[in-house]
T-cell receptor, first 115, second 111 residues
Framework: AQSVSQHNHHVILSEAASLELGCNYS??????LFWYVQYPGQHLQLLLK??????LVKGIKGFEAEFIKSKFSFNLRKPSVQWSDTAEYFC?????????????FGKGTHLIIQP | NAGVTQTPKFRVLKTGQSMTLLCAQD?????MYWYRQDPGMGLRLIHY???????AKGEVPDGYNVSRLKKQNFLLGLESAAPSQTSVYFC??????????FGSGTRLTVV
């Protein structure tokens, strides 16, 4: 079974600071990787995803993530955060073994950006 | 194009009552999922379906039942609600090999 570990449960940054949220996964085969964002009171929105190809993935709102296969990692980055980036961020993995058993999520990182 | 629609958005139940949450998608997606979200736990898969007439158990299926009689609808039932089922429930749908679209959630409180 796959699992996802997000290193930081709570992160507080000032506006314009750089962001990196850690995500490691455990799975024995090929994976699809996702980062979702959940703004307060809202549903999950896809920030970016990795299926194959270039391991550096660019998403919406200036976010990017790098897939490092040897480290089983898919860290999320943003060079300069804004107050509006305050939200919960979830890393998720799906094994590509042919099943359809959904995404496995990390427990989330609550990001607070101070003006 | 509405995407994934969940009804109701909020509900308060008494312990032992039953209810059904409805998820409807208009994207002709083959796969549909029900998750629950609890503080500090992320999202956990309850049940899922790979097509009309099929269902399967996820990580936390106990106390829930599901049905997918039509491709566009995926129902989640609670036969006898318990306080431990207080949560936010999200439905999602996808095509095989593609990303997921989530609904806006149902906030359920069991008292």
């Amino acid at each position: 079974a796959q699992s996802v570990s997000q290193h930081n449960h709570h992160v507080i940054l000032s506006e314009a600071a750089s962001l990196e949220l850690g995500c490691n996964y455990s799975y024995g085969g090929t994976v699809n990787l996702f980062w979702y964002v959940q703004y307060p009171g809202q549903h999950l929105q896809l920030l970016l995803k990795y299926f194959s190809g270039d391991p550096l993935v660019k998403g919406i709102k200036g976010f990017e993530a790098e897939f490092i296969k040897s480290k089983f990692s898919f860290n999320l980055r943003k060079p300069s955060v804004q107050w509006s980036d305050t939200a919960e961020y979830f890393c998720a993995v799906r094994g590509t073994g042919g099943g359809a058993d959904g995404l496995t999520f990390g427990k989330g990182t609550h990001l607070i950006i101070q003006p | 194009n509405a995407g994934v629609t969940q009804t109701p958005k909020f509900r308060v139940l008494k312990t032992g009552q039953s209810m059904t949450l409805l998820c409807a998608q208009d994207m002709n997606h083959e796969y549909m999922y029900w998750y629950r979200q609890d503080p500090g736990m992320g999202l956990r898969l309850i049940h899922y379906s790979v097509g009309e007439g099929t269902t399967a158990k996820g990580e936390v299926p106990d106390g829930y039942n599901v049905s997918r009689l039509k491709k566009q609808n995926f129902l989640l039932g609670l036969e006898s609600a318990a306080p431990s089922q207080t949560s936010v429930y999200f439905c999602a749908s996808s095509w095989p090999g593609y990303g997921y679209t989530f609904g806006s959630g149902t906030r359920l409180t069991v008292v």
